[in-house]
């Protein structure tokens, strides 16, 4: 099992920033990709950004150029910093890792008001 404690998120008014983090623990050792999901009231959870455990990183198109995904190997520790934050980036962020399946943090919740 794989246990997260996820913290960063909260409340930001348009264009300001934030940083999540996601620290991960228990069956670590064979962790492949970490990342986000997000999931706003009333819509699908949707991918926005994950990291290979050799740093190949991926986006969704909506966070292209103000999100950026890094990781901490040592510390099986992944981070999301969000700038130029939209209100349309208001949601539930998830921390995954995926081994043979995806395990999930509890989420944080992140609100940007206009």
């Known amino acids: 099992q794989v246990q997260f404690v996820e913290s960063g998120g909260g409340l930001v008014q348009a264009g300001g920033s934030l940083r999540l983090s996601c620290a991960a623990s228990g069956r670590t050792f064979s962790i492949n990709y970490m990342g986000w999901y997000r999931q706003a009231p009333g819509k699908q959870r949707e991918l926005v950004a994950r990291?290979?455990?050799?740093?190949?990183?991926n986006y969704a198109d909506s966070v292209k150029g103000r999100f950026t995904i890094s990781r901490d190997n040592a510390k099986n520790t992944v981070y999301l910093q969000m700038n130029s934050l939209k209100p349309e980036d208001t949601a539930v962020y998830y921390c995954y890792a995926s081994i043979l399946r995806l395990y999930w943090g509890q989420g944080t919740q992140v609100t940007v008001s206009s």
């Open positions: 990291i290979s455990s050799d740093g190949t990183t």
